[in-house]
């Protein structure tokens, strides 16, 4: 497996992959019977904490083992593209949030 670094192609993933987690927590916070401001706002609660404990910002310790995740996305059989350092999904959660509800 080759480890390739390209920030353009990471940063693009990232995005999808925060849009496909916004838009799944939405409906399901939808099918929960949320709706308007308080829909908006619990999704942004919930997307940003997912992206924070992906981006290893989160702060995982249980019983003494420390967890840190490292985001890498494949962009072929034999190949994973990351950026050199831990994601930054939290950066992009605002912004499709913006283009999910236009706020």
Same mark, same amino acid.
């Given at each position: 497996m080759r480890l390739n670094v390209d &920030?353009? %192609? =990471?940063?693009e993933q990232q995005v999808l992959l925060v849009r496909e987690l916004v838009q $799944?927590? /939405?409906v399901k916070l939808r099918e929960a019977g949320l709706a308007g401001k308080?829909? &908006? &706002? !619990? !999704?942004a609660s919930?997307? =940003? /904490? %997912?992206?924070s404990v992906i981006d290893d910002n989160a702060g995982i310790e249980v019983e003494g083992? @420390? %967890?840190?995740p490292y985001l890498t996305f494949r962009s072929a059989d034999d190949e994973l593209t990351h950026c050199g @350092? $831990?994601?930054y999904l939290h950066e992009f959660v605002y912004e499709v949030l913006q283009e999910l509800y236009g706020s």
């Open positions: &920030e353009k %192609v =990471f940063d $799944n927590i /939405s308080q829909l &908006e &706002e !619990t !999704t919930i997307a =940003f /904490s %997912v992206a083992i @420390e %967890v840190h @350092e $831990n994601a």
